[in-house]
């Protein structure tokens, strides 16, 4: 069961330090160095959090009726080929729907995955659950660092490979990962005021750091570097 464990944290550092590497500070230097002005950026970087916040719910909810190991399948899939849809996107319109469809492998990856974890480890799922966290926040600490010396010394076509080559890694592991044992619970919608309110927060703490992720690097002295 360990080893189980090992592939669903090293899937998840690799995934999240992927996807971080595509958008942070790779999104918005991309986007400008293809003549993309401020409000076209913006709407570009919010395109993936838009399919993240359907995608976020219907996942779990497929992942309940067809299983955990199909969605991770197909989150790893995504995480593997939407790098390389950045070389064909040259305007905005495409380079939304670049990570519009980006968006959907983590709104995937990251409720599915806690769930496997959930069934599997129920005894201790909230310390494998946190252990699980912090691999992928190691990766997403690691990704800015990583992409924005890459884009300085070689340019974002690494940037793209190297995001497809850890997505990849990510798909080939989910093929390791076995189903969840036992009837999964039937879904029933619920309200909760507290839940609702944890959620206002949330929120609030994303929009802010997602403003910061996007334009700061335009102000930064890759700006330069990068086009």
């Given at each position: 069961?360990?080893?189980i464990?090992?592939?669903?944290?090293i899937?998840?550092?690799?995934?999240?330090?992927?996807?971080?590497?595509?958008?942070?500070?790779?999104?918005?230097?991309?986007?400008?160095?293809?003549?993309?002005?401020?409000?076209?950026?913006?709407i570009?970087?919010?395109?993936?959090?838009?399919?993240?916040?359907?995608?976020?719910?219907?996942?779990?909810?497929?992942?309940?009726?067809?299983?955990?190991?199909?969605?991770?399948?197909?989150?790893?899939?995504?995480?593997?080929?939407?790098?390389?849809?950045?070389?064909?996107?040259?305007?905005?319109?495409?380079?939304?729907?670049?990570?519009?469809?980006?968006?959907?492998?983590?709104?995937?990856?990251?409720?599915?995955?806690?769930?496997?974890?959930s069934?599997l480890?129920?005894?201790?799922?909230?310390?494998?659950?946190?252990?699980?966290?912090?691999?992928?926040?190691?990766?997403?600490?690691?990704?800015?660092?990583?992409?924005?010396?890459?884009?300085?010394?070689?340019?974002?076509?690494?940037?793209?490979?190297?995001?497809?080559?850890?997505?990849?890694?990510?798909?080939?592991?989910?093929?390791?990962?076995?189903?969840?044992?036992?009837?999964?619970?039937?879904?029933?919608?619920?309200?909760?005021?507290?839940?609702?309110?944890?959620?206002?927060?949330?929120?609030?703490?994303?929009?802010?750091?997602?403003?910061?992720?996007?334009?700061?690097p335009?102000?930064?002295?890759?700006?330069?570097?990068?086009?």
């Open positions: 069961m360990k080893k464990l090992y592939a669903i944290l899937a998840g550092f690799f995934a999240i330090l992927g996807s971080t590497m595509s958008k942070s500070p790779t999104l918005p230097l991309y986007a400008q160095s293809l003549g993309l002005s401020r409000g076209e950026i913006g570009v970087a919010a395109a993936s959090t838009i399919t993240g916040i359907f995608m976020n719910f219907v996942s779990g909810l497929l992942s309940d009726i067809y299983g955990r190991k199909k969605l991770l399948k197909i989150s790893g899939f995504v995480f593997f080929s939407a790098p390389l849809l950045y070389f064909f996107a040259n305007n905005a319109i495409a380079l939304a729907l670049v990570r519009a469809y980006y968006g959907i492998a983590t709104a995937i990856f990251v409720p599915v995955s806690l769930a496997l974890i069934d480890y129920s005894e201790k799922k909230g310390t494998f659950m946190g252990i699980l966290s912090s691999a992928t926040l190691v990766g997403r600490a690691i990704a800015p660092l990583l992409a924005g010396s890459l884009i300085y010394f070689a340019g974002f076509w690494i940037v793209f490979i190297l995001c497809s080559f850890f997505g990849f890694i990510t798909f080939a592991i989910t093929f390791t990962l076995p189903e969840a044992e036992g009837e999964l619970e039937k879904f029933e919608f619920s309200f909760s005021s507290t839940l609702f309110l944890l959620g206002l927060l949330d929120a609030a703490v994303y929009m802010a750091y997602q403003s910061i992720e996007t334009f700061l335009l102000f930064y002295f890759l700006e330069d570097k990068a086009c």
